[in-house]
């Protein structure tokens, strides 16, 4: 087994420049650095990871907390995100670290201060971001690199990760609807403390006002962005005396358990009801009938914002700290219309 000191003699390098070549330190030459990794590559070296890490006081490690009141790794949204996440962090030769806590609770604070205070890893992606999140007040006191996919209402000009520009996806999907003769139209949404149903409530309205519909309250519905909340809310909807024509959901699961309560209610979707959802997972194109969803690609925001993070903890110059997405309109059977 070939050894550093292999690699420096074949080079004609010091050990102490191979070794900081192979750890991407900026002292070394861009051309110096590249040459030591082919050969060292060639010659078929592998580093000690323990003793590279405690040389260099990381542990090449990101960190991902699933924000989830019960287990959600069969959730086809956070199957792509952890997907994402773990694909970009290994082309970095880091590991992923994921664990699941519900939201806001102890149980949370105490792994991210395990995580923090032990460690454990680098930095952390923070996703189903809170209007007022502790986590980001929490990881900027202890100046551990972050990256949010959507911004909390603590954060300004510091803002690392990436935002979904939804404005004109809810006025083509509105639009939409709109065009097929609906005038009722509820919202099925989340926990008042996300920023995604801050956002996506807000643009909905908008939306509504645009085209001349004013919006209405009693067809504004929380839900808790799962198939059982979807399902439950739209019993609510149905048994409401002027039930709506449209329902627009949060996100994609919420519309299948809202799909599952129509069916039940023997509404025939895509003609006594429309529903429509949000993120584009893949079982959305599977439902019965197929989903109507505004698509946004959750994979690659999933490995951006672990590039992002990567580039924090190597203290890279990043000169996009903010990357907009915007999402794509699907039209799709479940709205009465295919494209």
Partial sequence: MPTIRDVAKTLNLSITTVSRALDGYDDVS?????????????????PNRAARQLRRQRTDTIGYIVPAKKPQFADPFFAE?????????????????????????????????????????????????????????FLREKKIPFTCLERSLDQGEEFL??????????????????????????????DASLKVQYDRLRAFQQALTSLGIQPQA???????????????????????????????????????GAIHAAHDNHCVIGRDLAIAGFDGVA?????????????????????????????????????????????????????????
């Avoid at 909340?229 to 994609?252: I, K, W």
Wanted: proline letters at 5%; a negative charge.
């Fill in 218 to 256: 009693h067809l504004v519905i929380e839900g808790d962005l799962t198939p059982e909340g979807g399902y439950q809310a739209m019993l609510h909807l149905l048994a409401l005396d002027q039930p709506p024509s449209a329902v627009v959901c949060v996100n994609d699961l919420t519309a299948i």
């Fill in 283 to 339: 079982d959305s194109a599977h439902t019965q009938p197929p989903l109507t969803t505004l698509d946004q690609p959750v994979y690659a925001i999933a490995r951006t914002l672990a590039r992002l993070l990567l580039q924090a903890i190597a203290r890279e110059e990043i000169c996009q700290r903010v990357i907009t997405i915007k999402p794509n309109l699907l039209i799709r059977a479940s709205s009465g219309g295919k494209r």
């Fill in 161 to 190: 990760g990436v935002e979904t520009d939804i404005q004109d996806g809810y006025q083509e999907l509105l639009g939409h609807l709109t065009a097929q003769g609906h005038s009722r139209i509820a919202f099925i949404g989340a």
């Fill in 30 to 46: 861009k051309e110096t650095r590249q040459r030591v990794i082919e050969t060292a590559q060639a010659m078929g070296y592998v």
């Fill in 81 to 137: 995100f952890v997907a994402g996440l773990g694909d970009e962090a290994a082309s970095a030769n880091y590991d992923l670290l994921v664990s699941t806590a519900p939201p806001d609770s102890p149980e949370e604070q105490t792994i991210y201060r395990r995580w923090v205070q032990g460690g454990k890893v680098d930095g952390v992606v923070i996703n189903r971001t809170r209007l007022n999140d502790w986590r980001v007040n």
